[in-house]
């Protein structure tokens, strides 16, 4: 059964940057679109930005331009980079592989920005 592992969230200032990592395990990793999904406290887990196992990637309006996400099959991870981040961006941070269906999330990374 695969397995996510989140990490590099923390505590950033508005206009900071961090880069989130997302290890997969359990699966045959490249061949999986990977999904970056993020939850702020009192909302819904919304889709953040997507990479296809051929590296093509979309974004989520509110993230677009300042977000990038990356994968390294050989490493069996995903990456999320984000840059001039705000406030709002504050929520734990989740990877997973949504085709066919949603796998068991893992304990995903707190990210908070706050000055």
């Known amino acids: 059964q695969v397995q996510f592992v989140e990490s590099g969230g923390g505590l950033v200032q508005p206009g900071g940057s961090l880069r989130l990592s997302c290890a997969a395990s359990?699966?045959?990793?490249?061949?999986?679109?990977m999904g970056w999904y993020r939850q702020a406290p009192g909302k819904q887990r919304e889709l953040a930005a997507r990479?296809?196992?051929?590296?093509?990637?979309n974004y989520a309006d509110t993230v677009k331009g300042r977000f990038t996400t990356s994968r390294d099959n050989a490493k069996n991870t995903v990456y999320l980079q984000m840059n001039s981040l705000k406030p709002e961006d504050t929520a734990v941070y989740y990877c997973?592989?949504?085709?066919?269906?949603?796998?068991?999330w893992g304990q995903g990374t707190q990210v908070t920005v706050s000055s």
């Open positions: 997973n592989a949504p085709i066919p269906s949603l796998r068991p």
């Open positions: 359990g699966t045959i990793f490249s061949i999986y679109i």
């Open positions: 990479i296809t196992d051929g590296g093509n990637t």
